[in-house]
């Protein structure tokens, strides 16, 4: 009797807690769609639900224990001096935080059932409101579960301290061991920490591994690795599945594979892993089950790494991908939804959304419509490649998705969903009568009028993201961003008044910004947030990527690149040279403090009506007045 062809596809730690990353939902729902037995595990969720029990805190705490007591962390200490109070507490926090013991936010709000750690002294930054409360002020009288989730989640934090300070020091929710693999030229960083002697998590994720193994019994598993911070678990569970049996292929790709490691050349990866695929998995992955089946030569596969007489080869046989229309729609079947933890990390009404909430997550159309922004990786297949697929086929895998699940909630994953096909969309989505809660990220372009805003409403759009970046014209238009600042005054402002949730990604240190354009760019998001145009926002720093048009042509923005060392492994962010003058002792990471506090309060409606320069008295030197009239956004929305 021959053993039946299997395609088990992994999550490896660590990705989101609250829903499940959507990749291998993805690969499992096309290969059903061609006959094809695959089924998947999310092996992060499952490594935390398995370190957060009385039995995993046990192990914990004697990982704690083991130490010399003089290097052991304040968040250590707390955690032995109150291990009874975390033992106890630990299960019903889990519980509620997946939504089946609701009545607990009540004891937990009221702050006297969980153990309070270091990181529940960031409570005491904030401003009382006259109640007694800290919280007072983002929560109110009647926000307890919301209240009651916030300080969940400051315990889980703290206990991710104690698994990073005594068990693991790679340890972290999103970021576990992110810099053995994020932009690394060489392999050694990662080779030397799978050599070394499994930790405590690393004895888990195996245990969980062989476990899965048993379950399924595949032939071919697909590691699929959205960030660098899942690399080095991947690896570890591919280390396991070598040494249990060799026979099993293993393929990696996802997201970090397909953005940094377009030029691998290291063999030693080949040690864990078979095969390493680049850009959209269906066509590569289905290439791939026919050679295993004998029915395709390893010459003929597409973006397809491999090893061969010691060497990496890359072969990608010229061949069409699989049509957005053809991909089939995700399946959610073997992830278990209900055990997910909705957590609420940032006050930040759009954080939460990442956090909070099993969202289905979908996309209305593959790549960008736009694909001319020059900080994004324009070069690569998931921007570059752009194919929709008609309303009626969307809406078709909504309704699948909302039968399997039985959640109506949708996050849509486009870098910059298409007005066009939201358009059609939200028409369809009314027409069948079909009730969903959805958001995702756009371009804040023109065509998205106050009626479409309605629509998109109607059709139950509850938010939307979009790229301010550097709120300034000019930057904006080096940018080719193909938008100006009052006009998206005006299309937010449209959102807004349709009951949409508006949040702002904005940027810092791109090439040429003086700190004049800093302290204009920060005016406008003053306005923005002023007419209630924006009710979110985030900046972030820059960073050049050797896929954008920055990264490769930098002489356009006024910039020098950094040579980077000989890359064998990963290649992704370089550093650059910024001729732009600025004060003594003042640069752009000095500039981001100030950003940051003035974007903190003014989600909150703090400090909106203040000079924009009283965010910048830290620095050391006289800063200018904007040049940007205070009533510009008024008028431009008049």
């Not at 007694?132 to 889980?156: E, I, M, N, S």
Request: proline share 6%.
């Amino acid at each position: 009797m021959t053993t039946p062809f299997r395609v088990l596809s992994l999550i490896p730690p660590m990705t989101q807690l609250n829903t499940p990353y959507p990749s291998t939902a993805y690969l499992t729902g096309f290969l059903r769609s061609r006959g094809i037995d695959a089924v998947q595990e999310d092996l992060a969720l499952a490594l935390v639900l398995h370190l957060f029990t009385p039995a995993g805190l046990e192990a914990l705490r004697g990982c704690a224990l083991a130490q010399p007591e003089a290097q052991r962390t304040a968040s250590v200490h707390n955690f032995l001096d109150q291990f009874d109070a975390y033992r106890a507490t630990i299960g019903p926090v889990i519980a509620y935080l997946q939504g089946r013991d609701s009545t607990l936010a009540y004891r937990i709000a009221a702050r006297g059932l969980l153990p309070e750690g270091p990181r529940f002294s960031a409570l005491e930054n904030y401003v009382d409101d006259g109640s007694g409360d800290p919280l007072g002020w983002a929560f109110g009288a009647l926000g307890v579960q919301d209240k009651a989730r916030h300080l969940c989640t400051l315990y889980l934090n703290d206990l991710s301290d104690v698994i990073r300070d005594a068990a693991d020091e790679r340890f972290e929710f999103v970021r576990y061991a992110e810099s053995l693999a994020s932009s690394q030229p060489s392999f050694d960083p990662l080779a030397d920490a799978l050599a070394t002697p499994p930790t405590l998590v690393d004895q888990l994720l195996h245990d969980l591994t062989l476990a899965a193994l048993h379950r399924h019994q595949p032939t071919l598993v697909l590691l699929s690795v959205p960030f660098p911070g899942a690399m080095y678990a991947a690896l570890r569970i591919a280390q396991t599945i070598k040494a249990q049996n060799p026979h099993v292929r293993i393929g990696l790709g996802g997201g970090f594979v397909n953005t940094e490691l377009r030029e691998l050349k290291d063999p030693r990866v080949f040690d864990f892993v078979d095969y390493v695929t680049l850009d959209a998995g269906e066509r590569p992955v289905l290439s791939l089950i026919e050679h295993l089946h004998g029915e395709r030569g390893k010459q003929r596969l597409q973006r397809t790494f491999l090893r061969e007489n010691g060497e990496v080869k890359y072969v990608n046989l010229a061949e069409p991908d699989i049509p957005f229309e053809d991909v089939g729609t995700p399946t959610w079947d073997g992830l278990p939804i209900e055990r997910y933890l909705s957590l609420l990390d940032m006050l930040n009404p759009m954080h939460r959304l990442w956090s909070d909430g099993r969202w289905n997550k979908l996309t209305v159309a593959h790549g960008c419509y736009w694909k001319k922004c020059s900080f994004c990786d324009v070069s690569l297949d998931y921007i570059g490649r752009y194919e929709t697929a008609t309303a009626a086929t969307l809406a078709d895998r909504i309704e699948k998705i909302v039968n399997e699940t039985g959640q109506t909630g949708f996050h849509f994953v486009d870098e910059a969903a298409p007005p066009k096909a939201l358009k059609a969309l939200a028409e369809e989505l009314i027409r069948r009568d079909l009730q969903i809660s959805w958001w995702g990220n756009i371009r804040f372009e023109k065509t998205f009028t106050p009626e479409l805003s309605e629509l998109l409403a109607q059709s139950g759009c509850i938010a939307m993201s979009g790229g301010l970046e550097v709120a300034s014209d000019r930057l904006l238009n080096l940018m080719k961003k193909g938008v100006s600042v009052e006009q998206v005054a005006r299309v937010t402002k449209g959102f807004t008044d349709a009951g949409i949730l508006v949040h702002a990604y904005l940027m810092y240190g791109f090439p040429t910004q003086t700190l004049q354009d800093t302290v204009d760019a920060l005016e406008y998001v003053r306005q923005l947030f002023e007419n209630g145009c924006i009710q979110s926002g985030f900046f972030h720093r820059f960073s050049c990527t050797v896929h954008s048009p920055v990264g490769m042509d930098p002489a356009a923005y006024g910039v020098e690149l950094i040579p980077l060392p000989e890359v064998t492994f990963a290649k992704n962010d370089i550093g650059f040279t910024d001729p732009t003058p600025m004060p003594p002792g003042v640069d752009h990471d000095v500039l981001g403090q100030g950003l940051r506090k003035a974007i903190y309060n003014y989600m909150h409606g703090l400090c909106v009506d203040d000079d924009v320069r009283r965010w910048f008295e830290h620095l050391p030197c006289q800063v200018p007045r904007p040049t940007v009239k205070r009533g510009k956004i008024a008028k431009a929305l008049a």
